[in-house]
Nanobody, 118 residues
Framework: QVQLVESGGGLVQPGGSLRLSCAAS????????MDWYRQAPGKQREYVAH???????NVVDSVKGRFTISRDDAKNMMYLQMNSLKPEDTAAYFC????????????WGQGTQVTVSS
């Protein structure tokens, strides 16, 4: 059973930085793609960024130039470096991993809270 555990969240002032980590219980090389999502209070979960097994990345326009996604296959870790944080980045951040099918498999972590406030 795959387990994903996020860490690195916390309270930060506007303009500050955080690095989120996602630790996988097994080899992340088996995942075709890994994503970060976030969910603010009262809002739907939204896509933030993804990285594929061959290193291709994408981030949503609202965080482009501020957030960077990366992975370390040797450590079975994925990261989200968040710079120039804004209050609107406040949310619970979730790690997601996907194995393309058939069968299609997707796994979620429990989330880590990021609060951007002065």
């Amino acid at each position: 059973q795959v387990q994903l555990v996020e860490s690195g969240g916390g309270l930060v002032q506007p303009g500050g930085s955080l690095r989120l980590s996602c630790a996988a219980s097994g080899s992340i090389f088996s995942f075709n793609r890994m994503d970060w999502y976030r969910q603010a209070p009262g809002k739907q979960r939204e896509y933030v960024a993804h990285i594929t097994s061959d290193g291709k990345t994408n981030v949503v326009d609202s965080v482009k130039g501020r957030f960077t996604i990366s992975r370390d296959d040797a450590k079975n870790m994925m990261y989200l470096q968040m710079n120039s944080l804004k209050p609107e980045d406040t949310a619970a951040y979730f790690c997601n991993a996907i194995k393309y099918g058939p069968p299609w498999q997707t796994f979620w972590g429990q989330g880590t809270q990021v609060t951007v406030s002065s």
